[in-house]
């Protein structure tokens, strides 16, 4: 970096990165963690474990009962937007009440067969677009000879 002459060139730079993160967290939901959800878990969470996708899951301290829901409360920040589809299956089931022993204390090896999790990508550009769709590539097949279009009399 240049030297501008200006004391606080560079620091600015990095006040701008560190700002820029700030009012992401301050006024935007879906891009991780707000500022009362990063106090709450401080307050609150004990880290249960991450996925492979950088998404980390917390729990109650000690796994304490909420009195209000009569359960434990569990939740996700997630590494980058808060898409519900990047949960893996085992971090769903954990979530959602249906298995008391998160992954990360398992010892789960899957099938030789079985594909890594990924999001679902609908609505992105790495969507399934089978042949013919309006948003695929290349063009409509053509009409074979079987098929008569209907006209009024």
């Known amino acids: ?5 200006h004391a606080f060139s560079r620091p600015r730079d990095v006040f701008a990165v560190n700002l820029s993160s700030f009012i992401t967290e301050v006024f935007t939901w879906w891009n991780g963690q707000t500022m009362g959800t990063r ?3 401080w307050r609150y969470g004990e880290k249960v ?3 492979d996708a950088g998404n980390t899951y917390y729990r109650f301290k000690g796994g304490k009962i909420d009195p209000t829901l ?3 409360r569990r939740w996700v ?3 980058g937007p808060a898409e519900a589809t990047a ?3 085992g971090w ?3 979530m959602h009440q249906r298995s008391d022993v998160p992954p990360s204390q398992e010892d789960y090896v899957p099938r030789e067969w079985e594909l890594p999790h990924r999001a679902n990508p609908t609505g992105t550009a790495q969507a399934y677009r089978p042949p013919g769709s309006t948003m695929g590539l290349g063009h409509r097949p053509v009409v074979t000879g079987d098929y008569r279009a209907w006209t009024p009399e």
């Open 1 to 5: 970096m240049a030297w501008s002459g």
């Open 39 to 41: 106090f709450y878990t």
């Open 49 to 51: 474990g991450t996925d």
């Open 70 to 72: 009569g359960f434990e």
């Open 77 to 79: 920040i997630f590494n």
């Open 87 to 89: 949960i893996p299956p």
């Open 92 to 94: 769903h089931a954990w």
